[in-house]
């Protein structure tokens, strides 16, 4: 009778066990997208390159999201309207690539009227060198009253840049 009830014990375990992997035998076993968060939080020195020239900016992605820069033009060169730092939000598309929309506000001159800027690019980030590239950034100017993240503009021009990460002690 013992033998008979361990048997049935015995029995009952491995139907349990080959019961839960018939369940889970469609499972995926695809590796997650990394949380890139890591990979791209930090501050980068970046030379920026487009259609308004070349210029230095100090870019800002912070681990919830939030992106923050100032360059070296923003006090106004010919070819750019004096405009004001640069704030938007970012978020991971990939392991190591992230979507990014920004916003700025362009200053009133004596030629031209007051108006807010947005960027919309993506950007990828390297972690041996860590160096973030974006390879195409469109830029649209808005009215000053207008919603730049309703409202639709034609691009005003296009940019691409590339940064080196500011490491503490450099």
Not at 73 to 100: A, F, L
Not at 158 to 169: E, Y
């Amino acid at each position: 009778m013992k033998i008979r009830n361990a048997f049935t014990k015995l029995t009952i375990c491995l139907l349990l066990v080959m019961i839960s992997n018939m369940v889970n035998m469609h499972k995926v076993s695809a590796h997650p997208i990394t949380d890139c968060r890591k990979l791209v939080t930090g501050t980068y020195l970046a030379t920026v390159s487009g259609d308004f020239g070349s210029f230095r900016s100090i870019v800002t992605f912070t681990q919830d999201g939030n992106y923050f820069a100032t360059a070296s033009n923003q006090s106004g060169v010919p070819s750019v309207q004096p405009y004001g730092n640069t704030q938007g939000s970012w978020k991971c598309i990939g392991d190591r690539e992230i979507t990014v929309t920004t916003l700025n506000f362009n200053y009133q001159t004596a030629t031209l009227p007051a108006s807010i800027a947005r960027g919309d690019y993506h950007a990828t980030f390297d972690p041996k060198t860590e160096t973030v590239e974006v390879k195409k950034a469109t830029l649209r100017i808005f009215n000053i009253n207008a919603n730049p993240l309703v409202d639709d503009a034609p691009v005003a021009g296009t940019f691409t840049f590339t940064g080196q990460r500011v490491k503490p002690g450099q």
